[in-house]
């Protein structure tokens, strides 16, 4: 089944931290983005990549970090720097940024 | 991108159509309107997108006025299971959102017995 993946679906981290969330497509699809959702709010953009190796910041970077070493993997870092990492985050993708995204199931970040 | 302006809140009873309204005022020409919803704690679901022309698929129905200012999603017999938030969006270039919360708040869809 092609697909985005998303693992695990609940992590909790404890103060100072660092802790990486899993996205992985088998779509073949060169754009790559992670989202933010905290409760009873819309999604925002952390980070975006448009090819291998490339990343641009969103507008709520600060405390992340991200990857693209391949095309179908776009893992996320939630470092010690984010002070308020609770949430559930969200990994698209899409054939290229002007075309549709698909979302994965998610990952739900707790702080312990 | 153009911001999108979505009611807080619909209520439809099961097996009529749901007809959920988005303005979007200040759409520019190469942006389309998309329509994605999320049933609680999963990832959002695409739903349709359209430019001009109204458009139809499996799951639902896109109707975009003339002056494409704004645009009517239609599921047509509605279940329980289309109970979820429904999110309208303006986009060219998923990219250029970098700063702006695409997806706002949306519409949350009570489908009732």
């Known amino acids: 089944d092609g697909g985005i993946t998303q693992s695990p679906k609940y992590l909790f981290r404890k103060e100072g931290q660092n802790v990486t969330l899993s996205c992985e497509q088998n779509l073949n699809h060169d754009a790559m983005y992670w989202y933010r959702q905290d409760p009873g709010q819309g999604l925002r953009l952390i980070y975006y990549s448009q090819i291998v190796n490339d990343f641009q910041k969103g507008d709520i970077a600060e405390g992340y970090s991200v990857s693209r070493e391949k095309k179908e993997s776009f893992p996320l870092t939630v470092t010690s720097a984010q002070k308020n990492p609770t949430a559930f985050y969200l990994c698209a993708s899409s054939a290229t940024k002007q075309e549709t995204q698909y979302f994965g199931p998610g990952t739900r970040l707790l702080v312990l | ?113």
């Open chain 2, 1 to 113: 991108d153009a911001k999108t302006t979505q009611p807080t809140s619909m209520d439809c009873a099961e097996g009529r159509a749901a007809n959920l309204p988005c303005n979007h005022s200040t759409i520019s020409g190469n942006e389309y309107v998309y329509w994605y919803r999320q049933i609680h704690s999963q990832g959002p679901q695409y739903i349709i997108h359209g430019l001009k022309n109204n458009e139809t698929n499996e799951m639902a129905s896109l109707i975009i006025t003339e002056d494409r200012k704004s645009s009517t999603l239609i599921l047509p017999h509605a279940t329980l299971r289309d109970t979820a938030v429904y999110y309208c969006i303006v986009s060219h270039d998923f990219g250029t959102n970098a700063g702006k919360s695409t997806f706002g708040d949306g519409t949350t869809l009570t489908v009732k017995p």
